[in-house]
């Protein structure tokens, strides 16, 4: 038994130790471009190899059936992907359930949610453009949102929050969550009881691609909303990719992944405790830029000892093998500018007194995180920003989810016959050069009032 222990340990570290890579290797910017492509697959099936095509068409197929016959297509999809077997009417929790699980809730749980809503209202108020007052532009909330909250490895409550608060603050009317029946056929009761918190009573107990097809279907027992917001799998995502157009989406918010720039005074625990919050997702990955070969070792080594002691050992290591690097840079410059081009979901800089000013250097990351005390987990559960943010390098165009995403805006012209006449050779004089003569004769007609 001990010798069996012993060489695993010894594969694991061996295992491990292909994670450490270093600019003076021939292959490294092989690897690191590797790794950037690897990221962005798993995001969502975005790319043109057969793999990638034959999923995005198998989505393509949830999507159609679900829009043919929505609540049939909903429960087979159900049945054959989540193992549970529910007719139409049993897709809605009710709202004796929600109470249950709010009442049944632990009392000291129950506090740690209600200040993590309170810290999420006050900071997307405090962001929020919608009472914003000028004549030339109206902003009004969009009517009914639905959230896609995950619970296939875990189950993700904080999601709600992240999700539903920023909605509310912007006066969302209607709130739909949908997740799947991963606990006992249902969804989570720590879950339910958040939505109840929130005063979400539209909940229901499907998720995967079937759930953001019916969200955009506009017949079935599941209502159809305006926006799909939330995080997921690439299925999810792919999903949210094909309705769009028929219903506004986020961004493409996949499995979760931290990026840590690091110099010489971080503290290599720390690092390593924090790519195994990301890499512990299954899938999730946990990546470092360092200019400190020293630093990248002692990194390596805290993986080594750390990963042991998580329940979820084995998928993790798996994780840390296939989407996480150590990767040994010659200078911050180069750094920050690979940073950039992975446009990471979460960026962590741990350099000491340069973090701010690093920090500065960045474009691209959905979300930064400043300084030693300052991990993922505070802004995935605490901080106020939203923790639903852009993967698979859409941070380079998507921004973090906020209460800003949940409005509209609408352009108001309010023009008198003065203003118009000042303007009117001009706007015609435009109007014919494009051969646009009833747009030019839309003017003149009022020259002749």
Not at 40 to 63: C, M, T
Not at 130 to 139: D, E, R, T, V
Not at 261 to 290: C, K
Not at 295 to 311: M, N, P, R
């Amino acid at each position: 038994m001990a010798i069996s222990e012993t060489d695993d340990r010894h594969k694991m570290n061996m295992e491990l130790d292909q994670i450490l890579i270093s600019s003076s290797q021939p292959d490294f910017s092989k690897q690191i471009k590797g790794l950037h492509r690897r990221l962005l697959r798993e995001a969502r099936f975005g790319g043109f190899d057969k793999e990638s095509e034959h999923n995005r068409q198998r989505v393509l197929d949830i999507v159609r059936e679900v829009n043919e016959n929505p609540d049939k297509a909903v429960a087979e999809f159900t049945k054959k992907y989540d193992g549970v077997e529910l007719k139409p009417e049993q897709f809605k929790v009710s709202g004796e359930d929600l109470k249950k699980a709010h009442n049944e809730i632990d009392e000291g749980l129950l506090k740690s949610v209600r200040l993590a809503i309170e810290n999420v209202r006050r900071y997307q108020r405090e962001i929020f453009i919608g009472n914003f007052k000028h004549p030339g532009i109206k902003y009004t909330p969009i009517r009914r949102v639905g959230i896609c909250v995950p619970g296939a490895s875990a189950p993700l409550p904080s999601t709600v929050i992240m999700t539903a608060v920023p909605a509310q603050v912007a006066r969302v009317e209607k709130i739909v969550v949908v997740s799947p029946p991963r606990y006992n056929g249902s969804i989570h009761p720590v879950t339910l009881a958040v939505c109840y918190e929130l005063g979400i009573d539209e909940v229901y107990r499907i998720g995967g691609a079937q759930a953001v097809a019916a969200l955009a279907c506009e017949r079935g027992t599941v209502p159809q909303v305006d926006k799909i917001v939330g995080p997921g799998n690439k299925w999810v995502q792919t999903a949210k990719q094909i309705v769009f157009g028929g219903v506004d989406i986020d961004s493409i918010a996949g499995p979760s992944e931290v990026l840590i720039i690091a110099n010489d005074r971080a503290n290599p625990a720390w690092v390593a405790a924090d790519m195994l919050s990301q890499a512990e997702h299954a899938p999730g990955s946990g990546v470092v830029f360092t200019d400190s070969q020293e630093l990248a070792e002692k990194i390596l080594d805290e993986l080594k000892k750390q990963v042991k002691q998580l329940d979820r050992a084995k998928e993790t290591i798996e994780c840390l093998k296939e989407y996480s690097k150590i990767a040994v840079f010659t200078n911050m410059d180069d750094i920050v500018e690979k940073a950039n081009d992975f446009a990471s979901e979460h960026l962590e800089i741990q350099c000491g007194d340069e973090s701010s000013e690093i920090a500065e250097k960045i474009d691209n990351a959905g979300a930064i995180f400043i300084g030693d005390y300052s991990p993922v987990a505070v802004g995935d559960y605490w901080a106020g920003p939203s923790h639903t943010l852009p993967t698979g390098t859409t941070a380079r165009f998507f921004s973090a989810l906020s209460s800003n995403d949940f409005i509209k805006s609408t352009s108001i012209i309010a023009y008198d016959k003065k203003m118009l006449i000042e303007s009117a050779e001009d706007i015609i004089r435009l109007a014919e050069v494009e051969g646009l003569d009833a747009h030019a004769r839309s003017i003149k007609i009022r020259q002749q009032d």
